[in-house]
């Protein structure tokens, strides 16, 4: 069983600046809730409570927002605000929150090894911090990874279909479909291009991974951008030890990109039983005025 998360948020959101400047992208509001609170509850879904955030430089508001703040707890109950009152103290207990600060930003893989210690030899899921999956069925995504881990006893990621022409964008995996939609990992592909690709099956930011990844982790080259890159480890990890992959049954939100993050407030916007009618008939409004407006040229 899976008892342990990680989430790395130490990037920069440079896809998002200005509004990144200062605040970090995981905490940008999808509706009214920080993007990592979406995170952090699909673990908790899914029978993890035991977290771990790798941040850096001007990450703090993502430890004050799992953190007490008794002036507004006190300010909200004499005003007599419960339901509020509420739902920011469930903020605080929703798992044991643990964080530790990525000292320079190295890649995503310098950011897990920072786990080390908090893992120990034991299995862990890895959650990006800045995607936000929704899941078609009652099971959390990461929840279907350690299914799929239970089955296998080894390394599980979670894969999404992308179109063909924009494989070189993503680490693209090639491998045999077992079972239930299982594939037997047997090679990565970082950026392909689109005639190169052993499939449209890419990485999407959630994994569980056994404790050998440390060890890959720490003698990997450097790739990339000169970082130690996750998807680089995995490959060396792959040649000794099995890896399966799942397609998971959902939607990945990519809150870092920008269309992406318009997209994901409408959607969950239109999901908010509070929302939803008003949301909907002006929807449909804009679209009947962009329908009557004349093709611009770009």
């Known amino acids: 069983m899976i008892k342990k998360a990680v989430i790395p948020a130490a990037g920069f959101g440079t896809r998002l600046l ?17 993007t990592i609170q979406y995170v952090v509850e699909e673990a908790v879904q899914s029978g993890i409570t035991d977290i771990l955030m790798v941040i850096g430089k001007g990450k703090r508001a993502i430890e004050e ?51 080390r210690h908090h893992v120990g030899w034991e299995p862990f899921a890895v959650l990006l911090g800045d995607s936000i999956m ?85 003698v990997v080259p450097r790739g990339v951008n000169d970082e130690v890159q996750l998807t680089d480890a995995m490959a060396l990890m792959l040649a000794e030890h099995p890896m399966y992959a799942l397609p998971f049954e959902g939607r990945r939100h990519d809150i870092g990109n920008k269309l992406d993050f318009i997209r994901s407030n409408l959607l969950f916007g239109l999901q908010r039983p509070d929302l939803r009618a008003k949301l909907q008939a002006w929807v449909l409004e804009l679209a009947q005025e962009l329908e009557a407006q004349p093709e611009q040229e770009v």
Request: glycine share 6%; charged share 30%; no cysteine.
């Open 18 to 34: 200005p509004a990144t400047k200062s605040q970090p992208k995981e905490m940008l509001p999808i509706v009214d809730k920080p």
């Open 65 to 115: 927002h799992f953190d007490r703040n008794f002036e507004l707890e006190m300010a909200l109950a004499e005003k007599g605000k419960e339901k509020l009152l509420r739902e920011i103290r469930e903020i605080t207990s929703l798992a044991d929150i643990h964080f530790v600060w990525q000292k320079e930003l190295n890649g995503l893989g310098d950011a897990i090894r920072y786990a």
């Open 134 to 218: 929704e899941s078609r069925s009652t099971v959390p995504v990461t929840r279907q990874l350690v299914d799929v881990y239970d089955r296998y006893g080894h390394s599980v990621v979670a894969l999404e279909q992308v179109d063909p022409k924009l494989v070189f964008r993503y680490g693209v995996i090639g491998g045999k479909r077992l079972e239930d939609d299982v594939y037997k990992v047997e090679r990565f592909v970082e950026k392909p291009k689109p005639a190169e690709a052993p499939s449209n099956l890419v990485i999407a930011g959630r994994y569980v991974f056994t404790p050998e990844i440390f060890d890959y982790l720490d």
